[in-house]
C-alpha cells in the first residue's frame, strides 16, 4: 500500500490513457477551449503503435480488387492531421500495398514524438507514469473523474 498522502487536482476532461484514442480525444478537446489532462500509464504515448511496435497506420486508404488501382484516401480530420504529423518528421513511408489495400509504416519514436508536440501545441496537461486505479463516481449516475498511482504518490483527477 502506498502511504503517501493523496494529491487532488481538477480540470474539466480527463482522457485516460496515451494512445491514438486518447491522443486524438484530448487534442480536440482542448482545442475546444476545455482544460485537459491526459494520464498514461507508460512515459510516453501511442499504446499499441508505440510500445506494441504494431508498426502500420491501417485504414486510411480505400480497399479495391482493381490491381491498378492508386491509392485514394478515404479516413481524413485528426488521423490524416496525424500522418502528416509523422511525414513532416521523417516517420512515415509513402502507402504500401496492403491486401486489397494500401497502408503506411511508421517510425513508433517518431509517432510519440508527433503526438506530444500535438498535445504541448494544444496546451494538454500530460501525466506520465499515471495508472488509472478505479473512478471516482457520485453514486451509480456520475463519474467525476480518476483515482491514479503514479510516481509522486496517489492522485485523483476531478473532471467537469
Ligand atoms: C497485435 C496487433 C497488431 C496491430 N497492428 C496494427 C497495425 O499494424 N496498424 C494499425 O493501424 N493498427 C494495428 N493494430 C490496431 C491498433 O493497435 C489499435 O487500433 C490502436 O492501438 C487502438 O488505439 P487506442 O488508443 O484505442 O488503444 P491503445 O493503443 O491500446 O492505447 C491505450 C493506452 O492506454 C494506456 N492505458 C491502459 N490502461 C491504462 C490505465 N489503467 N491507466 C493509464 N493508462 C492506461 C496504455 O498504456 C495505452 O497507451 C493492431 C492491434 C493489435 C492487437
Keep these: 500500500m502506498d502511504v503517501r498522502s493523496r494529491s487532488r ?46 508498426g502500420t497506420v491501417c485504414g486510411l486508404y480505400e480497399a479495391t480488387d482493381n490491381r491498378q488501382a492508386r491509392p485514394r484516401q478515404v479516413v ?25 489495400t494500401w497502408t503506411r509504416v511508421h517510425d513508433p519514436l517518431v509517432w510519440r514524438e508527433a503526438a506530444d508536440a ?15 486505479t478505479g473512478v471516482l463516481s457520485e453514486g451509480e449516475e456520475r463519474i467525476e473523474g480518476v483515482a491514479l498511482w503514479t510516481k509522486q504518490g496517489p492522485l485523483e483527477v476531478r473532471a467537469g
Design 9 to 54: 487536482i481538477s480540470t474539466d476532461v480527463v482522457v485516460a490513457g496515451g494512445g491514438a484514442a486518447g491522443v486524438a480525444a484530448a487534442v480536440t478537446a482542448a482545442r475546444a477551449g476545455l482544460r485537459v489532462t491526459l494520464v498514461e500509464r507508460y512515459g510516453f504515448c501511442g499504446g499499441g503503435a508505440v510500445a506494441g511496435l504494431s
Design 76 to 100: 481524413f480530420g485528426f488521423a490524416d492531421e496525424f500522418v502528416r504529423a509523422l511525414d513532416v518528421r521523417g516517420g512515415l513511408t509513402a502507402p504500401l500495398p496492403y491486401g486489397k
Design 118 to 132: 500535438l498535445l504541448r501545441d494544444a496546451g494538454v496537461e500530460v501525466i506520465y507514469h499515471a495508472t488509472v
